[in-house]
């Protein structure tokens, strides 16, 4: 159980084109999600805070016009990415939370986003 | 979030144990300690999790100090398949969860 999918799993975008980028829970409901960054041998860096039906929560620097978060039901939470550059190319994770004490977070696979 | 200090890289013979340390020495009284793993780009896999009791699942047994401020994740028989980042978090109430650097454990044949 707990299983979250992540699409797509690649995409190759023009610069300045926007890039849309879904997160769905398939057997559970997630009133929360998070979406994260993470570069080439980094860390996963969490971007922001997705609640179901209100606005996002985003790290500090993380810039909420460029990634535009939507938590519109309690199985789908979308990130994206507007007006894409080549430094906004990186790999994309969500994941979500099952229950509390539960077995913490299910992560999507990732999405590898590539700007061109 | 607890902060948490691994050490960068582990390697372990294929067939040996696997011990990966974990200082959390900051955690806090009601907070969980989580393991998770990311193979090469791959979402990060959950591992096991504990708050003050030893642990063991399927895939590993967490070994958490008396005093919480470190624990270590033990995976009994290392395979290849278990080259990976291993993490250690201990989120905080509001349950973000934030990613260190990690252990890169490579399994040699």
């Known amino acids: 159980g707990a299983v979250v999918s992540q699409h797509p799993s690649r995409v190759i975008c023009k610069s300045g084109t926007s890039v849309k980028i879904e997160c769905r829970s398939l057997d559970f409901q997630a009133t929360t999600m998070f979406w994260y960054r993470q570069f080439p041998k980094q860390s996963l860096m969490l971007m922001a805070t997705?609640?179901?039906?209100?606005?996002?929560?985003?790290e500090q620097g993380v810039e909420k016009d460029k990634f535009l978060i939507n938590h519109a039901s309690l199985t789908l939470s979308t990130l994206t990415v507007t007006s894409a550059h080549p430094e906004d190319s990186s790999f994309y994770i969500c994941?979500?939370?099952?229950?509390?004490?539960?077995?913490?977070?299910?992560f999507g696979s990732g999405t590898r986003l590539t700007v061109v | 979030d607890a902060k948490t200090t691994q050490p960068t890289s582990m390697d372990c013979a294929e067939g040996r144990a696997a011990n990966l340390p974990c200082n959390h020495s900051t955690i806090s009284g009601n907070e969980y300690v989580y393991w998770y793993r990311q193979i090469h780009s791959q979402g990060p896999q959950y591992i096991i999790h504990?708050?003050?009791n030893n642990e063991t699942n399927e895939m590993a047994s967490l070994i958490i100090t008396e005093d919480r401020k470190s624990s270590t994740l033990i995976l009994p028989h290392a395979t290849l398949r278990d080259t990976a980042v291993y993490y250690c978090i201990a989120p905080n109430t509001g349950n973000q969860f934030y990613f260190g650097t990690g252990t890169s454990l490579t399994v040699i044949p």
């Open positions: 994941s979500a939370r099952t229950r509390p004490g539960g077995k913490g977070y299910t």
């Open positions: 997705s609640n179901e039906g209100s606005k996002a929560t985003y």
């Open positions: 504990g708050l003050k």
